[in-house]
Nanobody, 124 residues
């Protein structure tokens, strides 16, 4: 059983920053691709960022590229999402997810385990 626990969400003004964390417990974390997804009210869950098991490869959605940075610390079983220059359109519940695939995947169906989510609200 894998548990993923997100933290770090909150209310921030446009242009501000937040850092989300996702702590993993259970099955081997260090050999898993980790992703961040988000879901705004009335919208489908969408991909935000993904990092390979080593941390050496990343990919981002176009809407966040250049503003968000995903990273991981395998010694701490934690993946991070640094979010800078936040915009009101970034308002959503942010979820971390773990995939047993060794490729970078943006498809939520490829992820096996999900956290409960953390709310990010960006005011204008």
């Amino acid at each position: 059983q894998v548990q993923l626990t997100e933290s770090g969400g909150g209310l921030v003004q446009a242009g501000g920053s937040l850092r989300l964390s996702c702590l993993a417990s259970g099955r081997t974390f260090s050999r898993r691709t980790m992703g961040w997804f988000r879901q705004a009210p009335g919208k489908e869950r969408e991909f935000a960022a993904v990092v390979s098991w080593s941390g050496g490869r990343t990919d981002y959605a176009g809407a966040v590229k250049g503003r968000f940075t995903i990273s991981r610390d395998n010694a701490k079983n934690t993946v991070y999402l640094q979010m800078n220059n936040l915009k009101p359109d970034d308002t959503a519940v942010y979820y971390c997810a773990q995939s047993e695939r060794f490729v970078l995947t943006t498809n939520p169906d490829d992820y096996d385990d999900w956290g409960q989510g953390t709310q990010v609200t960006v005011s204008s």
